[in-house]
């Protein structure tokens, strides 16, 4: 059994709570959050620190800030970290980076399979496209996303730069177009286009329920206690490259 530590009590926290009771292989230690939860049935602490159980894994749904901590906690104790909060800041990534260096470290803005496919697709088709395309990235999330764009968007960004680096000079600086829409109770959405003189190719994805989310996020960790100490990606636990 893989005794597991949820950090944060938010939206994507408690859906990980929900799924995590109806999947085999976890056992939960407790939730950790600033104030009690009072829907959650669970062990509740305070602080990482009030922790005093045995955890193999930990995963982190918080804010920005919230992960350095969790990272600096994982790396004292020899937990492994799976993150998927947005917004860091560079303290945030730096700390992730160090404990990497000590425990096993995934963190992604999306744990879903497709969401991965995606991005190795949009990094392949950057690569064949080259600068010959205008690249713009659109993401639709619920009103209550703070984070614009979203980091799922700026993670397929990252992808269209990697694809374009294969095959420009390191020096040649290229813009890519954002835009975001925050309305109603959407999941999230997000485009790639990719637009050429006379055609247009759009890679896109649609989650229809967080579920997907939190189901992506303990087949990542039950992934991730098995490897050695590093920083991985959604890529390197599917299989579908670094």
Known sequence: MIRTLIHGAGRMAREVLVQLQETGG?????????????????????????????VDLLIDFTLPGGTRMAAEWCADNGVALLSGTTGLSP?????LTRAAAKVPVLWAPN????VALMTALVRQAAATLGVSA?????????QHKIDTPSGT???LG??????????????????????SVREGEVVGEHTVRFELPSEVI??????????????????????????????????????LGP
């Open 153 to 155: 968007a700026l993670a």
């Open 134 to 142: 205008n690249v713009s990235i659109a993401d639709i999330h619920h």
């Open 111 to 114: 744990l879903s399979y497709g």
């Open 26 to 54: 976890f056992r939960l230690i407790g939730v950790v959050a600033r104030t009690q939860p009072g829907d959650v049935d669970a062990q509740w602490y305070p602080s990482l620190e009030a922790c005093k159980a045995d």
């Open 202 to 239: 759009e890679l896109r994805h649609q989650a229809l329920d967080r579920a997907v989310f939190a189901k992506g996020a303990l087949k990542a960790g039950a992934w991730l206690v098995e490897q050695p100490t590093g920083n991985y990606s959604t890529s390197e636990w599917l299989g």
């Open 158 to 179: 990252v992808a269209v730069t990697e694809g374009l680096a294969q095959n420009r000079p390191a020096d040649d600086a290229y813009k890519l177009a954002y835009s």
């Open 91 to 95: 303290e945030d990534s730096e700390a």
